[in-house]
């Protein structure tokens, strides 16, 4: 069980190194170079080491065995072992034999399962004193000569505190790994060799037994005479010590085991599909390894500030001003992206998308239609290929569909999933996984689908499959695009008619690609409904630029004198031009030209240029057609003279934060009038100062707050700003183009 603790700042007075391996030297010379210890003492066997590590200056004294040293030991006083996995029980040992429990025990091994066993065993319970770590850092070199006294900057130490570990010196350990410029995560132990069995230990025994093999072949000269920096790269680490990863491989063997069957049987089909010429195995297996291996790289990119430097929760620094005068490539509109997969994976051959928003809500559909047994090439520069496999093609997937922040993708594919003949099982992140979902669980239920939700009605949604669907007439409560949407793809697995009545009119893509991949639906007034059982067409599908994003900049170009914004492509779907209508109410010059239709969509070149704002009263007939807009909008109102107020958009509170809340606790901060009331807000305009505002990991929140700077009077502080990606990757970049001093850095 992993203890949680508070940061301290605990100092050292003796900090002792039992083995001067890479990572027991590197960190006894991190620790003396930064002055976190008043004495650095290096312990080990081999006078030559004692010998090499007094001359590099990596310690400040040389003892050969714990006994020599262990007297002068007490409260304030740290031991870390650096000896290998398997003879870390030794050194325990002699740790209970020779030191009291005041002092401070730590390690470095790569397995923490086996250190834990071997302290209960040798202690009788696990000791307070223990703290168990693993830095994530190292290289294929060994010994004390290879160490280095930044091998720990900007990389991960995993600590596994237990719940009997004391807290004073779970401290004094995260002191020392912070000194030397670690970030420091905690995890259970179980759940820590699970992950490095995978992401480490595996990747050893890859790397050994490939040089292994091909070293036994007589033609080994001639394969390393013309091997490429692929078989470099991937071979490298087969030069590290054999034996710390002889002892690594048998501490750690039950989850090593676990990984390598998998990877033996991933291996054996593998080898099945080249034998058989299996292109489509083979194409689908690479793709999803390009794909995972894409998500890896973004993932890794967030977590470095501009310095390079590791950090939680990323924010933007924006200073104030900009010109807000450019002409913009605005990224591929995210609902379409989203529509594209889902309906080009039921339709029957091949289906090629342009334009498609690399964003990761759109790759989280990718991802979960690939676990469906779907084969998707791409994306690359925009363009995907999907080959479709029908209304009755998917395949389940073993393991749970993670949906990421993405309530689109969830709520949509819970439709297509109450239609299929297996079970399913729909997660999502933090921010996902707070979200209602019920307005989707009820009209499913009605229709036959067999589902459950959390007792908070949020994700995960279990689906259980082969249920007959039957067509409802369903009278929607509120005005929702996601909960139409979803009804509608249950809708195509029915019998019979399935009906929907919404309140007020929302976004139709949906309606719009299903006629475009050939499948009849009908609109009358609000209502709209299609018969089930028929089948969809591949097609081309081009994505315009997303107006959801465009929306920042438009009002961007609004509130900032002398601007002139020019945005080519953008889609103008009149369910979604409520920021257009809108802005126009409060004055904004915007100009629409080249109007055309575009893949079943209309589209048009939008130009804003500044006029001065005032408030309104925004019509309710417009709010669902900008639901996804107000962030934007609120700034918009902030600069205007006078009063906006907003009705009618309770939706707004239930998105990936609440909206209204955030926004309004945002824009008081910033010295702004913000009133929320339940279903809207009220906004005076006036001067948008400086400060700190939480986004709530709201990607559109976060978005809207760093426009503002254009307008403020000091820095705008917008802290967690990681989900940006999720809808808007460039986002930065395109601030940038605008005048928009945007840094990045840690939470503040």
Not at 500 to 518: C, N, Q, S, V, Y
Not at 589 to 613: K, Q, Y
Not at 671 to 691: H, K, L, R, V, Y
Request: proline share 4%.
């Amino acid at each position: 069980m992993t203890k949680k603790f508070v940061k301290s700042s605990s100092g050292l007075n003796k900090f002792v190194v039992i083995g001067l391996g890479l990572i027991g030297a590197s960190v006894a010379k991190a620790a003396r170079e930064k002055n976190l210890a008043a004495e650095v003492i290096g312990l080990s066997r081999r006078s030559s080491t004692l010998d090499l590590a007094l001359a590099n200056g990596i310690i400040d004294r040389a003892e050969r065995s714990l006994s020599d040293v262990a007297p002068e030991l007490g409260s304030g006083d740290l031991v870390l072992i650096g000896v290998p996995t398997l003879a870390v029980a030794a050194v325990l040992r002699d740790c209970h034999e020779l030191l009291s429990e005041t002092v401070t025990l730590t390690d470095v091994a790569s397995v923490k399962g086996s250190i834990i066993k071997s302290a209960q065993n040798i202690y009788g319970q696990i000791p307070p004193q223990l703290v168990p770590g693993h830095p994530i850092a190292g290289s294929e070199k060994s010994g004390v000569n290879a160490a280095l006294s930044n091998l720990f900057e900007s990389h991960r130490v995993i600590l596994t505190p237990m719940s009997e570990t004391d807290k004073n010196h779970f401290d004094r350990v995260l002191a020392l790994w912070e000194g030397v410029g670690a970030a420091v995560s905690c995890m259970d132990v179980i759940r820590h060799d699970e992950i490095l069995a995978a992401t480490s230990h595996l990747p050893h025994l890859l790397a050994f037994s490939l040089v292994d093999t091909l070293a036994g072949r007589r033609d080994y000269e001639e394969i390393v005479k013309f091997a490429a920096g692929g078989f470099r790269d991937f071979t490298r680490i087969a030069a590290s010590d054999p034996i710390m990863w002889r002892d690594i491989t048998l501490a750690n063997k039950a989850a090593i085991l676990d990984i390598l069957d998998d990877v033996i049987n991933d291996f054996n089909v593998l080898r099945d599909a080249v034998r058989d010429s299996d292109e489509n195995y083979l194409l689908d297996a690479f793709n999803h390894a390009q794909h995972a291996r894409q998500r890896y790289d973004k993932q890794l990119n967030r977590k470095k500030n501009l310095n390079g430097e590791m950090g939680s929760e990323r924010c933007y620094h924006v200073n104030p001003g900009g010109h807000a005068r450019a002409e913009l490539e605005i990224p591929g509109d995210k609902s379409i992206s989203h529509r594209s997969v889902m309906l080009g994976a039921l339709a029957n051959g091949l289906t090629e998308v342009t334009g498609f928003l690399e964003g990761e809500d759109s790759l989280a559909t990718i991802k979960a239609f690939r676990d469906l047994g779907v084969i998707i090439e791409g994306p690359a520069q925009g363009r995907l290929a999907i080959h479709g496999v029908g209304l009755d093609g998917l395949k389940g997937s073993s393991e749970p569909l993670q949906m990421g922040n993405s309530g689109t993708s969830i709520r949509l594919l819970s439709g297509i999933l109450a239609g299929q003949n297996f079970d399913s099982v729909l997660e999502g992140d933090g921010s996902l996984s707070k979200r209602p979902m019920d307005r989707i669980a009820e009209p499913l239920k009605k229709m036959g689908a067999v589902l459950s939700i959390s007792e908070g009605n949020t994700p995960p949604i279990c689906v259980t499959g082969d249920r007959e669907l039957n067509a409802i007439d369903y009278v929607m409560p509120v005005a929702s695009a996601q909960v139409k949407s979803c009804i509608l793809l249950a809708g195509l697995f029915a019998k019979g008619v399935t009906s929907i009545r919404e309140p007020a009119r929302t976004r139709d893509h949906t309606e719009r690609m299903l006629r475009g991949f050939g499948y009849e639906v009908k609109t009358n007034g609000h209502t709209i409904s299609l018969e089930g059982g028929g089948c969809l067409r591949a097609c081309r599908i081009d994505v315009p630029g997303d107006i959801s994003s465009a929306a920042f900049f438009m009002v961007a170009a609004a509130i900032t004198p002398g601007s002139d914004i020019f945005m080519k492509n953008i889609g103008v779907n009149d369910t979604r031009c409520g920021i257009i209508n809108i802005l126009r109410l409060m004055g904004a010059r915007i100009d629409l030209s080249n109007c055309r239709d575009m893949a079943g969509e209309p589209v048009a070149d939008i130009r804003v240029r500044h006029e001065t704002l005032v408030g309104i009263e925004v019509p309710i007939k417009q709010v669902p057609l900008a639901i996804d807009e107000f962030p934007a909008i609120f700034i918009a109102a902030a600069c205007a003279t006078g009063r906006t107020r907003v009705v009618g958009a309770s939706e707004l509170r239930v998105k990936e934060s609440d909206r209204i809340s955030a926004m309004a606790d945002g824009l008081k901060i910033l010295g702004i009038s913000a009133f929320p009331t339940e279903d809207g807000i009220e906004i005076t305009g006036g001067q948008i100062g400086s400060g700190a505002v939480e986004s709530c990991g709201d990607h559109r929140v976060a978005m809207a707050f760093s426009i503002a700077a254009l307008r403020s009077t000091g820095t705008i502080i917008v802290n967690d700003c990681e989900n940006i990606a999720t809808s808007f990757p460039n986002f930065a970049r395109l601030a940038d183009i605008i005048g928009i001093d945007v840094t990045q850095g840690g939470m503040n």
